[in-house]
């Protein structure tokens, strides 16, 4: 029995042999297939689910499943894919664009489907927005108290009364600090312009390195240390 005043022991040396290679080669094929295979069972379960609410929308005779006797897999996605390029289409119009406004008028008339279409409307823009409204950089700010790191992503500069209310002494940004490993989710903060710093790192590599939680880092630029926000 060993006791506080004996001297440490050294650490066992790691076991090797046929088994523990073939443990070794057993945990790579797992990192190589579990990718593969979640994002291929993912797509096909995708495929599926829309499968199922989009083909029993369409007439039979217009079903080609109906004659060949064979589900096809995907059928489903690419009538909802041609059906909603035709909406876009017809939306982009004059025509359609006051066939949404008129639209439009009557659901703010619903109080309950009201709140409900703004909701689901603002998602749609955020998520599906073009490039000119993504996040700017990736950033770093002291969150949740001083001498704590976490990393944001910058969207633009405080503007109106958010801009004009706080006793700052310069401009502030509006950061997003995504929460892991699920970064659709997080806090907007407004953080004082001085009190930001820019990384050098592009927003997919930030983002990748908070859904892994730390784990998975952008390979190092020549650009060095990251600087204060201009």
Same mark, same amino acid.
């Not at 035709?86 to 006051?98: D, E, N, Q, T, Y």
């Given at each position: 029995?060993n006791?506080?005043?004996?001297?440490? +022991?050294?650490?066992a040396?790691r076991?090797?042999?046929?088994?523990?290679?073939?443990?070794?080669?057993? %945990?790579?094929?797992?990192v190589?297939i579990?990718?593969i295979?979640?994002?291929?069972?993912?797509i096909?379960?995708l495929m599926?689910f829309? &499968?199922?609410?989009?083909?029993? @929308?369409?007439?039979?005779?217009f079903?080609?499943? +109906?004659?060949?006797?064979?589900n @096809?897999?995907? %059928?489903?996605?690419i $009538?909802? %894919?041609?059906?909603t390029?035709?909406?876009?289409?017809?939306?982009?119009g004059?025509?359609?664009?006051?066939?949404?406004?008129?639209?439009?008028?009557?659901v703010?008339?619903?109080? =309950?489907v009201?709140?409900?279409?703004?909701? =689901?409307? +603002?998602?749609?823009e955020?998520v599906?927005?073009?490039?000119?409204?993504?996040?700017?950089?990736a950033?770093?700010?002291?969150?949740?108290?001083?001498g $704590?790191?976490? $990393?944001?992503?910058i969207?633009?500069?405080?503007k109106?009364?958010?801009?004009?209310?706080?006793?700052t002494?310069?401009? @502030?940004?509006?950061v997003f600090?995504?929460?892991?490993?699920?970064?659709t989710?997080g806090?907007?903060?407004? !953080?004082?312009?001085?009190?930001? $710093?820019?990384? &050098?790192?592009?927003?997919? &590599?930030?983002?990748k390195? !908070?859904?892994?939680?730390?784990?998975v880092?952008?390979a190092?630029?020549d650009?060095?240390r990251?600087?204060?926000?201009?």
């Amino acid at each position: 029995m060993n006791t506080p005043f004996d001297p440490e +022991q050294p650490p066992a040396p790691r076991r090797t042999g046929p088994l523990s290679g073939l443990r070794s080669s057993f %945990l790579t094929g797992i990192v190589v297939i579990a990718p593969i295979g979640l994002t291929i069972w993912f797509i096909w379960s995708l495929m599926g689910f829309v &499968d199922s609410v989009v083909l029993p @929308l369409v007439p039979d005779r217009f079903n080609p499943g +109906q004659y060949i006797n064979i589900n @096809l897999r995907g %059928l489903g996605v690419i $009538i909802f %894919l041609i059906f909603t390029i035709i909406v876009g289409w017809i939306a982009k119009g004059l025509i359609g664009r006051s066939l949404i406004r008129f639209g439009e008028s009557l659901v703010h008339r619903m109080p =309950v489907v009201r709140s409900i279409y703004s909701g =689901v409307k +603002q998602i749609a823009e955020t998520v599906f927005a073009q490039s000119e409204r993504s996040f700017e950089k990736a950033c770093l700010v002291e969150y949740p108290r001083k001498g $704590i790191w976490a $990393i944001g992503f910058i969207s633009t500069e405080a503007k109106g009364e958010i801009a004009e209310r706080p006793a700052t002494a310069g401009a @502030l940004m509006s950061v997003f600090l995504p929460t892991t490993p699920n970064p659709t989710s997080g806090f907007l903060l407004y !953080v004082p312009k001085e009190d930001v $710093i820019i990384l &050098d790192m592009s927003v997919e &590599d930030a983002a990748k390195l !908070v859904i892994s939680a730390g784990l998975v880092y952008p390979a190092a630029k020549d650009a060095g240390r990251p600087e204060k926000a201009a």
